[in-house]
């Protein structure tokens, strides 16, 4: 089955770019959906960035302009670049897939019910 595993995560300081990498293992290809999501402490879990089936994108209104969803099937590799980092940034970060022919948003919302899930991998921004 596919295994999704993130990295990338650092502490840096307000301003600075990061770019998450999650490395996919098992089949998966250019129709999967696929998004990221963040935990931040004493905070629910909230979708960041998606990529739909169709190759669509979206983003929680907090990230939009600065971070960037994008895959490389090629590579088996998602990412999620991060431009003009802030502290509320701050959070575990978890990337998700699906194999069907799904979106990432629903009525405005993210989607929870991914089917795979990362470890995560933690950004820290002071």
């Known amino acids: 089955h596919v295994q999704l595993v993130e990295s990338g995560g650092g502490s840096v300081q307000s301003g600075v770019s990061l770019r998450l990498s999650c490395a996919v293992s098992?089949?998966?290809?250019?129709?999967?959906?696929m998004a990221w999501f963040r935990q931040a402490p004493g905070k629910e879990r909230e979708g960041v960035a998606g990529i739909d089936s169709d190759g669509s994108t979206s983003y929680a209104d907090s990230v939009k302009g600065r971070f960037t969803i994008s895959k490389d099937n090629a590579k088996g590799t998602l990412y999620l670049q991060m431009n003009s980092l802030k502290p509320e940034d701050t959070a575990m970060y978890y990337c998700?897939?699906?194999?069907?022919?799904?979106?990432?948003?629903?009525?405005?919302?993210?989607?929870?019910?991914?089917?795979?899930w990362g470890q995560g991998t933690q950004v820290t921004v002071s």
């Open positions: 998700a897939a699906d194999l069907g022919w799904l979106t990432a948003v629903v009525a405005g919302s993210f989607r929870s019910d991914f089917t795979y």
């Open positions: 098992g089949y998966i290809d250019s129709t999967s959906c």
